[in-house]
């Protein structure tokens, strides 16, 4: 067996805690120790230990299977810190401005977040229909390939 990476289990566990990325935990420890780490070595002890997950999976908010060239579309990284002020997770300052001036925006135009994947643009904001209950127009069946992992 090889000798453990981790030097301080309490010092990682505080990173988790302030929030810390994967990243700056891998260039850290080589700053730090001269010890390279991969991002799954830091997720694995996540898990090991409890921690609570990095990310935030809703699949209320995001209800469908987004295709790869949709996955840094605007609507859905506004969705996605919404799941995360949703979960109680601390958003940036930024994130937290963004967040409050697209939902107000959502809430002047009365509109919802639609998702077509056989188009270019993927998203769009429709005007909101019955049934839209939140923030996007409900599918008629969830496309989520992943069950929230925490439920």
């Given at each position: 067996m090889?000798?453990?990476k981790i030097q301080d289990e309490q010092e990682v566990v505080r990173w988790f805690e302030q929030g810390?990325?994967?990243?700056?935990?891998?260039d850290?420890?080589?700053?730090?120790?001269?010890?390279d780490t991969v991002p799954s070595?830091?997720?694995?002890?996540r898990r090991r230990?409890?921690?609570d997950r990095r990310i935030?999976?809703?699949?209320?908010l995001i209800p469908w299977f987004v295709k790869e060239e949709h996955r840094w579309a605007y609507p859905l990284s506004m969705l996605r810190a919404e799941a995360r002020r949703r979960a109680g997770k601390t958003?940036?300052?930024g994130d937290t401005a963004r967040v409050a001036s697209w939902l107000e925006m959502l809430k002047e135009e009365n509109a919802v977040v639609h998702y077509d994947p056989d188009t270019e643009e993927g998203f769009f904001y429709v005007p909101r229909q019955e049934g839209d209950d939140d923030i996007i127009h409900n599918p008629e069946h969830k496309t989520t390939p992943r069950p929230n992992a925490d439920k």
């Open positions: 090889g000798a453990r810390k990325t994967y990243q700056w935990m891998i850290e420890y080589k700053r730090k120790y001269g010890i070595m830091w997720g694995n002890f230990r409890g921690l935030v999976r809703n699949d209320e958003l940036t300052e």
